[in-house]
């Protein structure tokens, strides 16, 4: 079952039919159980269609707060240590790697937030910008797992890599969160040889790719959902971004009018281009 925000509401695909569910985003992230509430829902409302318009779709989020997860994959670790290695921050990465408590940190709040086949930006007072794939966990506000969906954790190499203390400046402004296009809604936790891929096009030159499979993802995702609903609640949910495991060259940073693809087996595709400075 797949879950979809729209113009029109709601939005339930199930077994190639689209239904209009009687119940809000947000109330989803409250439910006890969203997959019950979603079918409960959807029978009420008994407006089955075909398919739907994809320029109806809003970005997946309501009240839900996004954070984020880093240094969860072993190849951003050493991406991490080197670009802050002049800074001295270099062990920091390693030692939270292998550290019992992970990394996190906030991302984005929903006006923040672009979906997909909108514009995420990059900013204006830095000059080494990356695309960061990353699988995406909806949580309910009881700390469930129950969706999945697409992220791109769009970062600031050299704001971060100039002080980790840097890391809110280089992480958190205006467009650099994309998420969707919907929620994969299953209480099964993902096979670990789920794909993630990224594709990054320029003037219909392919400039970046990469790909990785959740087996790289050192710690498992309920383990973080764990720390992050420790000593903090979720009233309307949360996204927990997991991490990423594709790191772009050094001499790669993102320009205004890229396109990037981002996609995750069974979950979907992420699609968005960079925005003009």
Same mark, same amino acid.
């Given at each position: 079952?797949?879950?979809?925000?729209?113009?029109?509401?709601?939005?339930?695909?199930?077994?190639?039919?689209?239904?209009?569910?009687?119940?809000? /985003?947000?109330?989803?992230?409250?439910?006890?159980?969203? *997959?019950? #509430?979603?079918?409960?829902?959807?029978? &009420? %409302? $008994?407006? !089955?269609?075909?398919?739907?318009?994809?320029?109806?779709?809003?970005?997946?989020?309501?009240?839900?707060?996004? /954070?984020?997860?880093?240094?969860?994959?072993?190849?951003? *670790?050493? #991406?991490?240590?080197?670009?802050?290695? &002049? %800074? $001295?921050? !270099?062990?920091?990465?390693?030692?939270?790697?292998?550290?019992?408590?992970?990394?996190?940190?906030?991302?984005?709040?929903?006006?923040?937030?672009?979906?997909?086949?909108?514009?995420?930006?990059?900013?204006?007072?830095?000059?080494?910008?990356?695309?960061?794939?990353?699988?995406?966990?909806?949580?309910?506000?009881?700390?469930?797992?129950?969706?999945?969906?697409?992220?791109?954790?769009?970062?600031?190499?050299?704001?971060?890599?100039?002080?980790?203390?840097?890391?809110?400046?280089?992480?958190?402004?205006?467009?650099?969160?994309?998420?969707?296009?919907?929620?994969?809604?299953?209480?099964?936790?993902?096979?670990?040889?789920?794909?993630?891929?990224?594709?990054?096009?320029?003037?219909?030159?392919?400039?970046?790719?990469?790909?990785?499979?959740?087996?790289?993802?050192?710690?498992?995702?309920?383990?973080?959902?764990?720390?992050?609903?420790?000593?903090?609640?979720?009233?309307?949910?949360?996204?927990?971004?997991?991490?990423?495991?594709?790191?772009?060259?050094?001499?790669?940073?993102?320009?205004?009018?890229?396109?990037?693809?981002?996609?995750?087996?069974?979950?979907?595709?992420?699609?968005?281009?960079?925005?003009?400075?």
């Amino acid at each position: 079952m797949k879950l979809f925000r729209t113009r029109s509401g709601v939005l339930v695909e199930d077994a190639g039919r689209f239904d209009l569910a009687a119940l809000s /985003w947000d109330d989803v992230f409250r439910a006890d159980d969203p *997959r019950v #509430a979603i079918e409960a829902a959807r029978t &009420a %409302a $008994g407006q !089955g269609r075909a398919a739907f318009d994809e320029s109806e779709l809003l970005p997946p989020i309501g009240r839900q707060e996004v /954070w984020a997860a880093g240094v969860t994959y072993y190849r951003s *670790r050493d #991406a991490r240590m080197e670009e802050s290695r &002049a %800074a $001295g921050g !270099g062990d920091f990465y390693a030692l939270v790697y292998e550290a019992q408590r992970p990394e996190l940190f906030f991302k984005a709040s929903a006006h923040r937030v672009v979906g997909s086949g909108q514009a995420v930006r990059i900013r204006r007072d830095a000059h080494w910008n990356v695309p960061e794939a990353e699988l995406v966990l909806a949580v309910n506000s009881a700390g469930r797992i129950f969706g999945y969906t697409v992220g791109n954790d769009v970062s600031s190499r050299d704001i971060e890599g100039e002080n980790p203390l840097y890391l809110p400046q280089a992480k958190i402004y205006d467009g650099s969160c994309a998420l969707g296009p919907g929620l994969l809604v299953s209480s099964e936790p993902l096979d670990k040889d789920t794909a993630i891929s990224i594709r990054v096009g320029r003037r219909e030159q392919e400039v970046f790719k990469g790909d990785t499979t959740l087996a790289q993802l050192r710690r498992t995702p309920a383990s973080l959902v764990d720390y992050l609903y420790r000593e903090a609640s979720f009233p309307d949910g949360a996204f927990l971004m997991t991490g990423t495991g594709i790191i772009p060259p050094a001499e790669f940073t993102l320009h205004a009018g890229d396109e990037i693809r981002i996609d995750i087996a069974g979950v979907g595709r992420l699609m968005n281009t960079v925005a003009e400075r």
